[in-house]
């Protein structure tokens, strides 16, 4: 993967500095109501969110009514303790590189996390084995402007080339707002498939 790294530490810093506040604005709402209608379509029971800052799709997923059990894991202190309100054992401090987590799930969630992995392929390999036989793997990943950050973009394009042979099904969501962020969005289930977007597309253009 060609997209920077960036370190344990410095993800620290940068939720400190309130770098990823806007993760909680309305356009990004819009991308977790599509993972939160995906988990209710697949009536999934438990929900695996890999990555899960401060925990804005748990939040989500209450708000529409998702009465099942949740585990959110992230490495980034700064991002879970803004979660303890609900209960701190839902979350857990870790690296996905080397997952701190076993046993099946019936959602896994890689919502904007996927480019930050030292193997994203490896990590996929060993989530299908825990996903559940009705269960979904659900990854989101945002599409940058074409020509501003092309190694962003290659990252983009190796990521969409493993998520589809891997068998994913992709749609895009775009958000409602006037930046008009555009994200792709993966589902991939060992036994069924969602087809056609769920979240109507506004105008196009991007930030
Ligand atoms: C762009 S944020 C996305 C947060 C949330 N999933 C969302 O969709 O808004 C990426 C998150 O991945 C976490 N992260 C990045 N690399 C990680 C790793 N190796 N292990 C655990 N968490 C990691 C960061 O701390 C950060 O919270």
């Known amino acids: 993967m060609t997209a920077p790294r960036i370190h344990r530490h410095e993800w620290e810093r940068q939720y400190e500095s309130g770098r990823w506040d806007y993760l909680e604005d309305q356009d990004e709402i819009d991308r977790y109501a599509l993972i939160s209608q995906d988990v209710r379509s697949y009536r999934a029971g438990s929900v ?90 659900l990854a989101s990943i945002y599409q940058p402007r074409a020509g501003r950050s092309s190694p962003w973009l290659d990252t983009v394009h190796e990521l969409d080339v493993l998520l589809r042979e891997a068998g994913a099904e992709r749609r895009e969501v775009f958000s409602v707002s006037r930046r008009g962020r555009i994200w792709a969005h993966y589902a991939l289930s060992p036994k069924k498939n969602l087809s056609g977007s769920l979240i109507p597309s506004a105008t196009g253009g991007e930030q």
Do not use: K
Not at 63 to 90: K, M
């Open 48 to 137: 695996l969110d890999l990555g899960c800052g401060s925990g804005v799709l748990y939040r989500t997923l209450i708000a529409d009514g998702f009465r099942g059990t949740y585990l959110g894991v992230d490495w980034s202190l700064g991002s879970l303790p803004r979660c303890a309100e609900h209960s701190i054992h839902r979350f857990v401090c870790g690296d996905l590189n080397r997952l701190p987590v076993r046993g099946t799930f019936d959602a896994i969630v890689l919502s904007e996390v996927l480019y930050y992995l030292e193997d994203p392929a490896r990590t996929i390999r060993e989530l299908t084995t825990m996903i559940s036989s009705e269960g979904v793997l």
